[in-house]
């Protein structure tokens, strides 16, 4: 029987490499019925919303998405379509798993590590107060009666709030995911030195949970250090469990350890449903033009196989795109210029598709 997808193109890039992730996916040989919906800029002129009801209706529906980029334009009172998705079904777990590929044009080999963000609190929740707001006057006069400090009348003020609740249900994920897929540690990561309550709880959490899981070994890492370590010998991580906002900064200075975020595919996973996309955004500079990377798009289809029970079809699709990459006649623009310096040689999104498409049948 096929399986039901809501398939959300976006717009920018979105179009152009979810055809190309059409093609591989259907060279897969896996049965897909694709329910198309359509959200962001363009929607909203027409319906007055960027994501309309019927959009969340049919994730609701399929409980499995696949999505391209949808743009935010800045300071438009267009609040974002990710947000709003991740709120929408409580998408608490982004997973960005970051894979070295021979032919990836990044400046390391050998890593193989797993990003477990938490998606739904911290200073990412996006409870703000302006400057001069009664909100912000409230917070100082607290902040002050109970002696936590002094914060300057001018002071515009972002809470960060941690759950225990929220940090054992982030945490138990990375755990569960580990076992699930044959790793071995999971690293917390997080500024208790200095956070003492709100990352010292996640911290503390942690520690409570990990003993549950004696198969996994645990550590946890301050997240400067992580940096560094990354940067320094990226192939010692497995799997980071992280809180929302050093979760979206390392992120992507993982997706920048393998080669950019044309490489780098992603996962929202809530109770019920589970959305893809790539890592990277709608890309308006070089939209249009089919020079678009869409190989983030395709990994991400191969975790959405992977969710769905199809390993072996995602395996064949993650195979053909290192396969294709390695031998490096047959790449897009922004691989060919970081191997070589120049775009010279390069191909187009969807010939690249093609080329992933060919070999998958191949190799089915
Ligand atoms: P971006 O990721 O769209 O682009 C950053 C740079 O990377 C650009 O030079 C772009 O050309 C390049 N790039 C991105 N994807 C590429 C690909 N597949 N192949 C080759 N090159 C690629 O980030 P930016 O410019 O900050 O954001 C553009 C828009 O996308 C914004 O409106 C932002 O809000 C939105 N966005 C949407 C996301 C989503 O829907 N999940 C995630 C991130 C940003």
Redesign the pocket.
């Known amino acids: 029987m096929a399986h039901q997808v809501t398939l959300i193109p ?1 717009d ?2 979105g179009p152009e ?1 979810s055809a190309a992730m059409r093609e591989v996916v259907a060279a897969s040989g896996v049965d897909i019925d694709w329910h198309v919906q359509e959200a962001g800029a363009k929607v909203m002129e027409a319906e007055g919303t960027p994501l309309p009801e019927h959009v969340l209706d049919s994730v609701r529906e399929t409980g499995t998405a696949l999505k391209g ?5 800045v300071g438009s009172g267009f609040r974002s379509v ?1 947000v709003a998705l991740r709120r929408a079904f409580d998408l608490f777990a982004c997973v960005r798993p970051c894979l070295s590929m021979p032919g990836d044009g990044s400046r390391y080999d050998g890593v193989d590590l797993v990003i477990v963000r938490e998606n739904t609190e911290d200073l990412y929740a996006g409870i703000e107060f302006d400057e001069g707001s009664k909100g912000a006057r409230a917070i100082m006069d607290t902040v002050e009666r109970e002696g936590a400090g002094t914060i300057k009348p001018d002071s515009a003020i972002s809470l960060k709030p941690v759950s225990v609740s929220g940090s054992e249900r982030i945490v138990r994920y990375a755990f569960d995911y580990a076992r699930r897929n044959g790793r071995h540690k999971v690293t917390a990561v997080h500024k208790a030195n200095i956070m003492k309550c709100t990352d010292g709880l996640f911290l503390h959490t942690a520690e409570r949970v990990a003993a549950d899981y004696p198969d996994i070994a645990f550590d946890s890492k301050i997240v400067d250090a992580t940096c560094m370590g990354l940067v320094m010998a990226p192939a010692d991580f497995d799997v980071l469990v992280l809180p929302n906002l050093y979760g979206d900064i390392v992120s992507d200075l993982c997706a920048g350890l393998v080669g950019g ?2 490489l780098a595919p992603g996962s929202n996973i809530g109770e019920h449903q589970a959305i893809f ?2 890592t ?7 939209a249009g033009k089919d020079i ?2 869409p190989t ?1 798009m395709i990994l991400s289809a191969a975790m959405m196989l992977d969710h769905l029970g199809e390993g072996a079809a995602a395996g064949r699709i993650r195979t053909a795109v290192r396969e294709v990459l390695a031998e490096g006649t047959c790449v ?1 623009a ?1 691989i060919r210029r970081a191997l070589s310096g120049s775009t010279e040689g390069c191909v187009g999104t969807q010939a690249y598709g093609k080329a992933v498409a060919a070999r998958v049948a191949e190799l089915g």
């Open positions: 976006g920018g890039i490499i980029p949808v743009t935010t334009p990710n975020l044309g996309e790539a990277h955004g709608s890309a308006p500079d070089i678009a990377n983030a897009t922004d």
